[in-house]
């Protein structure tokens, strides 16, 4: 294995009317990108499907380097009892987000996530301790549930060091997911076919891209290391011998920091979980005027990414060569309706902020397309409620009741107009004429309604004038 020793498995959903899922197993390239292992596609994500998907991995890389290897995941069902079974004692992580959404649930509220996160960084035992300690003086609870959960799993303190990743969220899976969501929604053939596609022209192009690179320490990682380079400015370093520094804070305090160059160490731990130099390692490298890329570890050079991308992923023939076989037919799964409408967008979390359909206009000056003044709209315009209200309110003359309108009735069906008889001989009551029941008086004209507002009112009932 070229790329470094860290495997992170997901599973996914498949949009077609018979589900399933698909799982992968996606690693890091030398410039923290994806890459992707294997994928396969599964009916559901249980222990079973798991063993079968891991045994596979397996037996294609050898036991013996799968060992050596470090795994994330969410939290899967039935993935911690496959480790136990199948590979026992391997590293294995969670990932820090979704442990967060389960924890958010009982506690609740920006500082505990703050301070959950704080100790999920912290890259040292002391470090994590007193970060804990505040947990504990906020909310108990809130400490003894993160204590349930082994530290091996989620805290940077406790991560082996030679899979150069101190990573803590399960974003590679994630972003693989993302590239696939539309080939997700075709059927089975066309999906694997569109994931094998785009994996042979990601390593065409990469192969293409790494040739004309002009460096020995690849682009995403020599970012990183400025950011640190910019971070040993508030770092003193007084050198020891045999390599060995000493390293302080320029604003005094406690913090002291053993750095050794030779053996490429640092007692906070950054060095050694990401192979690239932390703050304290930079001040010292740059005050001996050293080459900084003699220092950043072998699996983020231009070779690696070379070597890591050799193989070829090859093209394969369509159909129309495809020859026939005697076999019969494979046929697709028993189709299920599934309850209510088809769904294809998940549901999405609860920390997880709602789509949008457009952008908000909050905290635009609006401006009326009534009155042309600003901080109101059209539908809230002081001016235009009050015109509404003036020709609501206004009396009614005799000039309006010589023009009354009189309505029809409804025609009724032939069944009606019998039972209606029928009713109206045995009925002793007298019977009301069109005539008195069905008259509407308009009210006369105010001096502030116009000719058109008139011709409104003439055809609309009295309720539909409060409109104008």
């Not at 498995?9 to 498949?14: A, K």
């Not at 249980?46 to 969410?74: A, Q």
């Not at 039935?78 to 992580?93: A, N, Q, S, Y």
């Not at 400490?143 to 303190?157: A, D, F, G, S």
Request: with cysteine; hydrophobic share 30%; glycine share 4%.
């Amino acid at each position: 294995m070229v790329c470094r020793p860290i495997i992170c498995l997901d599973g996914c959903f498949i949009k077609t009317p018979y589900g399933g899922q698909l799982l992968t197993a996606i690693g890091w390239d030398p410039n923290d990108q994806m890459l992707p292992i294997a994928y396969a596609v599964v009916e559901a994500e249980t222990k079973d499907t798991w063993t079968w998907f891991l045994t596979n991995l397996c037996d294609d890389f050898g036991y013996d380097k799968i060992r050596g290897c470090t795994f994330m995941s969410d939290q899967q069902k039935g993935l911690v009892p496959t480790f136990d079974e199948l590979i026992p004692g391997v590293d294995h992580r969670f990932c820090v987000r979704h442990l967060y959404s389960n924890f958010r649930k009982r506690f609740p509220g920006l500082q505990l996530k703050l301070m959950m996160w704080n100790a999920a960084k912290a890259t040292y035992l002391q470090e994590w301790e007193r970060r804990m300690a505040k947990i504990q003086s906020l909310d108990n609870g809130a400490y003894n549930h993160l204590m349930e959960i082994p530290t091996k799993y989620w805290c940077r303190h406790k991560f082996g060091t030679w899979s150069k990743c101190d990573t803590l969220v399960n974003n590679m899976c994630e972003v693989f997911n993302s590239v696939i969501v539309d080939a997700r929604e075709k059927p089975i053939v066309s999906m694997l076919e569109d994931i094998r596609v785009y994996i042979m022209r990601r390593w065409a192009d990469n192969r293409d891209r790494i040739i004309e690179y002009p460096r020995e320490v690849l682009p995403r990682i020599r970012i990183k290391v400025e950011k640190q380079a910019d971070a040993s400015g508030k770092w003193v370093s007084t050198y020891a011998g045999r390599d060995k520094y000493e390293v302080t804070s320029i604003h005094g305090g406690k913090e002291k920091f053993v750095v050794d160059l030779k053996n490429h160490e640092c007692s906070c731990r950054k060095f050694q979980l990401s192979g690239i130099p932390c703050a304290h390692a930079m001040t010292c490298i740059r005050k001996m005027c050293f080459n900084v890329d003699n220092f950043v570890a072998n699996c983020y050079k231009k070779s690696t990414y070379t070597d890591c991308y050799q193989h070829v992923v090859y093209p394969l023939n369509g159909p129309n060569l495809w020859e026939k076989t005697p076999f019969d037919d494979v046929l697709p799964p028993v189709y299920r309706k599934p309850i209510g409408r088809p769904k294809v967008k998940r549901n999405k979390a609860a920390d997880e902020n709602p789509t949008r359909g457009g952008v908000s206009r909050e905290g635009q000056n609006q401006k009326c397309s009534y009155c042309f003044a600003r901080g109101h709209n059209k539908r809230t315009c002081p001016k235009k409620r009050k015109v509404a209200a003036t020709a609501s309110g206004s009396k009614p003359s005799q000039a309006a009741a010589k023009n009354t309108t009189v309505t029809r009735p409804k025609r009724k069906s032939a069944a009606t107009d019998v039972s209606s008889q029928h009713s109206q001989a045995t009925s002793k009551k007298p019977k009301l004429t069109p005539s008195t029941t069905n008259l509407r008086v308009l009210p006369s004209p105010s001096k502030n309604i116009t000719q058109s507002q008139l011709k409104f009112m003439a055809r609309t009932p009295p309720k539909a004038w409060k409109r104008m």
